[in-house]
C-alpha cells in the first residue's frame, strides 16, 4: 500500500498577514512512545537542537521540499497509515534579505498528525492536511533569523471598505541620534503592504554602536503616491506612541490617508523602482546611478547595472484630459539607438500582462448577502479586448478582473470609472528581448578566450498620452528617457575538468596527483565570478587560491587552466564550482547567477 500525503504550510505575522514556508524541508517522523498523547498542534510546537535533530533520525519517514505556495507532496512507502509528526527544516525566512554571513538553519516541530485516508485507486491511499502556524510560534522562528518585517493596510480614513491601492509606504525608526529608514513598500489593490528588514537595520547608530541591545524599532510612516505626492506625513513623535514604541519582529499596523488624490497628471516617471530622472544616467550612459530605494535598508541593484528582461513602465495617466475632459489614451515608443528605425510604438508582441489599475464595484465577496465596496482589478493583457469590459451585476465570491488590451498602435485606453479618475503604477509590461534581443551567449570552450563577444545596446523610450478622438501639439502630452542600456545576453560559463578529457577517460575516472581545471567566463556587465571546490572531505592546508572575478584587467571575465596538487587529499568526491552573476536589473529584481558543476573523485 502507498499514502500519498498533500500538505500546505503557513505562518501567521498578523491574523489578516499569513505566508507560506516557501522553499523549505518538510521531514516526517514517526512518532516517539512518549508522545503519544501530544497530539494537538500547540502541543507539538519546539525548536530543536542538534542533538534533538540526531535523536530523531531513526524515526525520519521522509523529506520533501515546499513550493512557492508552501505545498509539498510525501509519497510514503515504508509507512502503515499511522500518526507521524511534521517538522520543518529551513535555511532561513521569507522576505529575510540576504547578508553576508548566512544566518544558522534551524528544524522546528510544527504537529502531529494522524491523516484520514482514503482510498483513492488500487492499493493508493490519500490525505490532505493544511496548517498554518500561530504568530506566537512562527514568529518566534523569525526571530532566531533576526528577521524582523511589518506587515499593514492602508486605508481611507472615514470609510470601512475604502483602500489605498498603489500608495508608496516609507518605514523609519525613530531614535534619539538619528532616525533609520527600515524600508518601504507599494500597497496592493487590498491596501495591503509588507517591509521586510534585519535587526542590524535599526541598531546601529552614525558611529557604528549597537544602541537598542534589546528593544524592537519605534515606527512611524510616509505615505505618497507613486509620483512623489505626499499623502501622509508622519514625525518621530508618532514613533513613541502606544503600539508603535519597541515593537517586536512583527509587527501590525493599520495607515489610513484622508484620500488619494484623482490622477491629473500624464507622465513617465520610473523603471520599476528606478526614477528616470535621479536613479538612471538619463543623459548618459543608460545605466543606474546607485541603489534603490536610496538610503533604505531593503534597497537593491547599486551603480552602473544594465537593464534587461522584462520590466514595468510606471506612471500616471487620468481617464480624461487636463485641457479639455476627453477620454485618454496612452502608449509607449522605442528606439534602438543606432539602428535607423525611429520610434516604434511598443505594441502587443512586446508587452506581457500587468495589473495597471482597478475600479470600485459592490460585490459579495464572503456569500453573505452583505454587498460592499471592493476594488476590482484592471489588466493590461497583449491581444486583450480594445474596449474596457462593462461593470458585471453584483455577484458573489472572486471578483472577476476588468481585461484591457492595447490597438494596433500600441495605444491603451483609461477606462473611464478607472479609481483615482486614472492609473498610476505600472502602465505597461515591457519584454526588453524582443526591442534587444539576447540569448545564450557563446564561447570558444572551457580555458579559451570569448571571441565574439556580446553587447548590450542603449534604446530611447518616449511616453505619449492624448484624447481618444486623436493628439496635436498642444493636447498630446509627452516625456522621455533618452538612455536606457539593456543587455539580454546571457554570461559565458564554461568548466572542465582537463582530465576527463584525456584518451580513455571517462566522468567516472578517479584523479590521483593533479587537478587541471579549465574555465571561461565572460559578461559585458560582470558582477562577480569565482571558482570553488568543496567536499564533505577536508581539504588539507595549503588550501588552494582559486580565481574569481572581474578585476580591473578583466573586467568582463578571464579565462584559463588551474593546475591543483590532490596528492594529499583524501579519497573522496570533489564538486568543482563556477559561479557567475550578471550585473543587471529588471528595475524590481537582479540577475540571480548561475553555476557550473562537475564532481571528480580522488582515489
Same mark, same amino acid.
Given at each position: 500500500?502507498s499514502y500519498?500525503?498533500?500538505?500546505?504550510?503557513?505562518g501567521?505575522?498578523?491574523?489578516?498577514?499569513?505566508?507560506?514556508?516557501?522553499?523549505?524541508?518538510?521531514?516526517?517522523y514517526?512518532v516517539?512512545?512518549?508522545?503519544?498523547?501530544?497530539?494537538?498542534?500547540k502541543d507539538?510546537?519546539?525548536?530543536?537542537?542538534?542533538?534533538?535533530?540526531e535523536?530523531?533520525?531513526s524515526?525520519l519517514?521522509?523529506?520533501f521540499?515546499?513550493?512557492a505556495?508552501?505545498?509539498?507532496v510525501?509519497?510514503?512507502e515504508?509507512?502503515?497509515?499511522?500518526?507521524f509528526?511534521v517538522?520543518?527544516?529551513?535555511?532561513?525566512?521569507?522576505?529575510?534579505?540576504?547578508t553576508p554571513?548566512?544566518p544558522k538553519?534551524?528544524?522546528f516541530?510544527?504537529?502531529i498528525v494522524q491523516p484520514?485516508?482514503q482510498?483513492?485507486?488500487?492499493?493508493?491511499s490519500?490525505?490532505?492536511?493544511s496548517?498554518?502556524?500561530? #504568530?506566537?510560534?512562527?514568529c518566534?522562528?523569525?526571530?532566531r533569523?533576526?528577521?524582523?518585517?511589518?506587515?499593514?493596510?492602508?486605508?481611507? +480614513?472615514?470609510s470601512?471598505?475604502?483602500?489605498?491601492p498603489?500608495v508608496?509606504? #516609507?518605514a523609519?525608526?525613530?531614535?534619539?541620534?538619528?532616525h533609520?529608514?527600515?524600508?518601504?513598500a507599494t500597497t496592493?489593490s487590498d491596501g495591503k503592504?509588507?517591509?521586510?528588514?534585519?535587526?542590524?537595520?535599526?541598531?546601529k547608530?552614525i558611529?557604528?554602536?549597537?544602541?537598542e541591545?534589546?528593544?524592537?524599532?519605534?515606527l512611524?510612516f510616509?505615505?505618497?503616491?507613486?509620483s512623489?505626492?505626499?499623502?501622509?506625513?508622519?514625525?518621530?513623535?508618532d514613533?513613541? #506612541?502606544?503600539?508603535?514604541e519597541?515593537?517586536?519582529? +512583527?509587527?501590525?499596523?493599520?495607515l489610513?490617508?484622508k484620500?488619494v488624490?484623482?490622477?491629473?497628471?500624464?507622465w513617465?516617471?520610473r523603471?520599476?523602482?528606478?526614477?528616470?530622472?535621479?536613479?538612471?544616467d538619463?543623459d548618459?550612459?543608460?545605466k543606474t546611478?546607485?541603489?534603490?530605494p536610496f538610503?533604505f535598508?531593503?534597497?537593491?541593484?547599486g551603480p552602473?547595472y544594465?537593464?534587461f528582461g522584462?520590466? #514595468?513602465l510606471?506612471g500616471? +495617466?487620468?481617464?480624461t484630459h487636463?485641457?479639455n475632459?476627453?477620454? /485618454?489614451?496612452?502608449?509607449?515608443?522605442?528606439?534602438v539607438?543606432g539602428s535607423g528605425?525611429?520610434l516604434?510604438?511598443?505594441?502587443?508582441?512586446?508587452?506581457n500582462?500587468v495589473?495597471?489599475g482597478n475600479?470600485?464595484i459592490?460585490?459579495d465577496v464572503f456569500?453573505?448577502g452583505?454587498f460592499t465596496?471592493?476594488?476590482?482589478p484592471?489588466?493590461?493583457?497583449?491581444g486583450g479586448p480594445?474596449?474596457p469590459?462593462?461593470?458585471?451585476p453584483?455577484?458573489?465570491?472572486?471578483?472577476p478582473p476588468?481585461v484591457?488590451?492595447?490597438d494596433?498602435?500600441?495605444?491603451v485606453q483609461?477606462?473611464?470609472?478607472?479609481?483615482?479618475?486614472?492609473?498610476?503604477?505600472?502602465?505597461?509590461?515591457?519584454k526588453?528581448?524582443?526591442?534587444?534581443?539576447?540569448?545564450s551567449?557563446?564561447?570558444?570552450?572551457?580555458g579559451?578566450?570569448?571571441?565574439?563577444?556580446k553587447n548590450?545596446?542603449?534604446?530611447k523610450?518616449?511616453?505619449?498620452a492624448e484624447?481618444v478622438?486623436?493628439?496635436?501639439?498642444t493636447?498630446?502630452?509627452?516625456?522621455?528617457l533618452?538612455?536606457?542600456y539593456i543587455n539580454n545576453?546571457?554570461?559565458?560559463?564554461q568548466l572542465?575538468?582537463?582530465?576527463?578529457q584525456?584518451?580513455?577517460?571517462t566522468?567516472?575516472?578517479?584523479?590521483s596527483?593533479?587537478?587541471?581545471?579549465e574555465?571561461?567566463t565572460?559578461?559585458?556587465? /560582470?558582477?562577480?565570478?569565482?571558482l570553488?571546490?568543496?567536499?564533505?572531505?577536508t581539504i588539507?592546508?595549503?588550501?588552494p587560491?582559486?580565481?574569481?572575478?572581474p578585476?580591473?584587467?578583466?573586467?568582463?571575465g578571464?579565462?584559463?587552466?588551474?593546475n591543483v596538487?590532490?596528492?594529499?587529499?583524501?579519497? +573522496?568526491?570533489?564538486?568543482?564550482?563556477?559561479?557567475t552573476?550578471r550585473?543587471?536589473?529588471n528595475?524590481e529584481?537582479?540577475?540571480?547567477?548561475?553555476?557550473?558543476?562537475?564532481?571528480?573523485c580522488?582515489?
Amino acid at each position: 500500500m502507498s499514502y500519498v500525503f498533500h500538505g500546505r504550510l503557513c505562518g501567521y505575522i498578523c491574523d489578516d498577514c499569513p505566508e507560506p514556508f516557501a522553499n523549505m524541508k518538510v521531514r516526517l517522523y514517526r512518532v516517539a512512545k512518549d508522545r503519544d498523547a501530544a497530539t494537538r498542534p500547540k502541543d507539538s510546537f519546539a525548536i530543536l537542537s542538534e542533538r534533538e535533530v540526531e535523536a530523531k533520525r531513526s524515526l525520519l519517514i521522509g523529506e520533501f521540499d515546499t513550493n512557492a505556495e508552501g505545498e509539498f507532496v510525501a509519497t510514503l512507502e515504508q509507512y502503515e497509515g499511522e500518526a507521524f509528526e511534521v517538522d520543518v527544516y529551513c535555511g532561513t525566512v521569507p522576505g529575510r534579505k540576504p547578508t553576508p554571513k548566512p544566518p544558522k538553519p534551524l528544524q522546528f516541530s510544527v504537529a502531529i498528525v494522524q491523516p484520514s485516508w482514503q482510498s483513492a485507486e488500487r492499493d493508493i491511499s490519500k490525505a490532505s492536511w493544511s496548517y498554518c502556524l500561530s #504568530k506566537r510560534y512562527w514568529c518566534l522562528v523569525r526571530a532566531r533569523f533576526h528577521a524582523w518585517v511589518i506587515c499593514g493596510r492602508v486605508t481611507i +480614513c472615514d470609510s470601512r471598505s475604502g483602500v489605498a491601492p498603489n500608495v508608496v509606504v #516609507k518605514a523609519f525608526d525613530a531614535d534619539w541620534l538619528q532616525h533609520d529608514a527600515l524600508g518601504s513598500a507599494t500597497t496592493g489593490s487590498d491596501g495591503k503592504f509588507r517591509i521586510d528588514y534585519l535587526a542590524s537595520d535599526f541598531r546601529k547608530d552614525i558611529f557604528g554602536l549597537n544602541i537598542e541591545l534589546f528593544g524592537g524599532p519605534d515606527l512611524y510612516f510616509t505615505i505618497e503616491t507613486p509620483s512623489g505626492t505626499p499623502l501622509l506625513t508622519e514625525t518621530p513623535a508618532d514613533g513613541r #506612541k502606544p503600539g508603535r514604541e519597541n515593537v517586536d519582529n +512583527c509587527a501590525c499596523v493599520e495607515l489610513c490617508v484622508k484620500e488619494v488624490p484623482p490622477v491629473t497628471q500624464a507622465w513617465f516617471t520610473r523603471i520599476g523602482d528606478f526614477s528616470i530622472y535621479t536613479d538612471i544616467d538619463y543623459d548618459g550612459d543608460g545605466k543606474t546611478e546607485h541603489a534603490v530605494p536610496f538610503g533604505f535598508a531593503n534597497q537593491h541593484a547599486g551603480p552602473d547595472y544594465g537593464f534587461f528582461g522584462h520590466m #514595468k513602465l510606471i506612471g500616471d +495617466c487620468p481617464t480624461t484630459h487636463p485641457v479639455n475632459g476627453a477620454p /485618454m489614451r496612452y502608449r509607449f515608443l522605442y528606439e534602438v539607438q543606432g539602428s535607423g528605425t525611429g520610434l516604434q510604438p511598443i505594441e502587443s508582441p512586446h508587452m506581457n500582462t500587468v495589473l495597471v489599475g482597478n475600479r470600485p464595484i459592490l460585490w459579495d465577496v464572503f456569500g453573505t448577502g452583505i454587498f460592499t465596496l471592493r476594488p476590482q482589478p484592471i489588466y493590461l493583457t497583449p491581444g486583450g479586448p480594445l474596449t474596457p469590459a462593462p461593470i458585471p451585476p453584483a455577484g458573489v465570491g472572486p471578483i472577476p478582473p476588468v481585461v484591457i488590451g492595447p490597438d494596433s498602435n500600441g495605444w491603451v485606453q483609461v477606462p473611464p470609472d478607472a479609481t483615482n479618475q486614472g492609473f498610476s503604477g505600472p502602465l505597461v509590461l515591457f519584454k526588453s528581448e524582443t526591442v534587444v534581443p539576447g540569448g545564450s551567449a557563446p564561447g570558444n570552450g572551457a580555458g579559451n578566450a570569448v571571441t565574439d563577444q556580446k553587447n548590450g545596446t542603449k534604446i530611447k523610450l518616449v511616453f505619449e498620452a492624448e484624447p481618444v478622438t486623436g493628439g496635436s501639439a498642444t493636447l498630446t502630452l509627452t516625456n522621455d528617457l533618452p538612455n536606457l542600456y539593456i543587455n539580454n545576453w546571457s554570461d559565458v560559463n564554461q568548466l572542465e575538468i582537463t582530465q576527463q578529457q584525456l584518451p580513455g577517460a571517462t566522468l567516472c575516472s578517479k584523479l590521483s596527483d593533479e587537478l587541471g581545471i579549465e574555465y571561461t567566463t565572460d559578461h559585458e556587465l /560582470m558582477l562577480a565570478w569565482s571558482l570553488g571546490i568543496s567536499s564533505s572531505a577536508t581539504i588539507p592546508p595549503p588550501v588552494p587560491v582559486l580565481p574569481s572575478g572581474p578585476t580591473a584587467a578583466d573586467p568582463r571575465g578571464d579565462n584559463g587552466t588551474v593546475n591543483v596538487d590532490i596528492s594529499a587529499w583524501v579519497p +573522496c568526491a570533489y564538486v568543482v564550482t563556477l559561479s557567475t552573476v550578471r550585473k543587471l536589473t529588471n528595475g524590481e529584481q537582479e540577475d540571480q547567477g548561475h553555476s557550473s558543476q562537475i564532481v571528480f573523485c580522488k582515489g
